[in-house]
């Protein structure tokens, strides 16, 4: 029986609050740059969704060839796409050197909200006497409503838009359970090159949270209230943190098995050695918090590493008040003092693309030789009890990194990444 072949991750990209491009969000993370911000969109309306974490100077223009498919692309397809192109760019990897029907797309994506704006006609259109009418909103849509305006709108159109654009003919997927959306991704990639399906993946993630129409949809319960100063308004893990920060986003990682990245010269950025994939109900706090540590010590297992052969880990925290003590007593219970990093500090919650954006962070932090500490970190929570990175940058110590993800449907994952 063959062994299974090991797999490499060779590019990354990214297209979120504090960089587009490897370069700029790793020197952001250096920076300790926030890109958390006061909202234009929300500035002189009484509404709680006064502050978030925007992607800016994002033109879609630069990756997104041909230009025409922007007409049938959302911002999250838009941002999808391009971190896709960064990651392909950043592996060198060109449609030349590998057969297009041995390399796939798997992208974790959110449901899509359109901005209450394009319905504007609609809704007018289905007026009468001053009430609305539902039996007109068929007749009107088919009307005001542009003819390709579902393609728009479709969670599974980012993986078939890169899919097409490099000429991926392989397995092509999208994954819709939320935050942890990016890392199912990840696994399900690697399990296509472990069954020798294909030899070369683009796995990634890409959502915004700052539409109004999602933002209405979640509600304020969750989020920081920060308002006067934005930038320390996401503090995972700290004691004066008061919710989460919605931001958007977008990050994809090339993989590829080992043997075709040797056949073709390729740079290998990392390996992914482990991986663990687990389920508990959220309303339950001791399920969820079995849940990742079961995770865990999958993903320990499965790379044949012990504790303290992890360098850093990235946590999933948000800033929470009750949900980052779970992962925090997860993580001391499985993994001691290893530690602790937290990269939604810096960007803010991402959605389904916060999974591959951290999980980016951290591969650089192993390609660099530091991992960046957790913004924001002024006060000890005890509830918490996790050796956070903060003040400055940590040395790596080890040469594996674990990375953890959460989604509030109870998907709970983790993966091992190691640099050689």
């Not at 978030?52 to 911002?75: C, H, I, Q, T, W």
């Not at 006497?129 to 542009?146: N, Q, R, T």
């Not at 920060?226 to 919710?243: Q, V």
């Not at 530690?339 to 962070?361: D, M, Q, R, W, Y």
């Amino acid at each position: 029986m063959n062994s299974r072949p090991n797999i490499v991750i060779t590019g990354v990209g990214v297209a979120c609050p504090i960089g587009i491009g490897r370069e700029p969000f790793w020197e952001s993370l250096c920076a300790k740059r926030s890109g958390v911000e006061q909202l234009s969109t929300f500035a002189d309306a009484d509404v709680p969704f006064r502050i978030g974490a925007p992607v800016n100077d994002f033109e879609p223009k630069r990756y997104v060839k041909p230009r025409k498919s922007l007409k049938v692309m959302s911002r999250e397809i838009q941002l999808g796409y391009s971190a896709a192109t960064l990651a392909m760019q950043d592996a060198a990897l060109t449609t030349d050197q590998v057969d297009p029907n041995r390399i796939g797309v798997v992208y974790g994506s959110e449901m899509l909200y359109c901005d209450p704006t394009e319905l504007v006609r609609v809704c007018q259109r289905c007026i009468s006497d001053g009430k609305f009418d539902f039996s007109k909103w068929g007749s009107a849509a088919i009307s005001e409503l542009y003819p390709l305006w579902m393609l728009l709108y479709l969670p599974n159109m980012t993986a078939c838009h890169v899919g097409i654009s490099q000429d991926a003919r392989g397995p092509n997927n999208t994954i819709c359970l939320g935050d942890a959306s990016g890392f199912l991704a990840v696994i399900e990639a690697a399990s296509a090159i472990e069954r020798g399906r294909v030899d070369a993946m683009i796995a990634g993630g890409s959502s915004s949270r700052l539409g109004l129409t999602p933002l209405t949809y979640r509600g304020d319960v969750d989020i920081s209230h920060r308002f006067d100063a934005p930038e320390a308004a996401s503090r995972p893990f700290d004691a004066e943190r008061d919710g989460l920060v919605n931001g958007e986003g977008a990050g994809a990682i090339v993989l590829e098995s080992e043997q075709h990245a040797q056949a073709r010269g390729a740079k290998v950025l990392a390996r992914l050695t482990g991986w663990g994939n687990t389920f508990g109900r959220t309303d339950q706090p001791q399920m969820h918090q079995e849940a990742i540590e079961r995770s865990i010590c999958q993903a320990l297992q499965r790379a044949s590493l012990q504790p303290s052969a992890i360098g850093h880990i990235s946590a999933s925290a948000a800033g929470l008040v009750d949900e980052d003590p779970i992962e925090a007593r997860a993580i001391q219970q499985q993994m001691g003092d290893v530690p602790v990093t937290a990269p939604k500090s810096f960007f803010g919650h991402l959605g389904a693309s916060s999974s591959i954006v951290e999980l980016v962070a951290s591969l650089l932090a192993l390609v660099h030789g530091e991992v960046p500490p957790i913004l924001n970190f002024e006060s000890a929570d005890p509830r918490c009890p996790v050796q956070v990175i903060q003040g400055s940058a940590m040395p790596v110590q080890q040469s594996s990194a674990l990375a953890l993800s959460q989604s509030t449907t109870g998907q709970t994952v983790a993966l091992v990444v190691q640099r050689d």
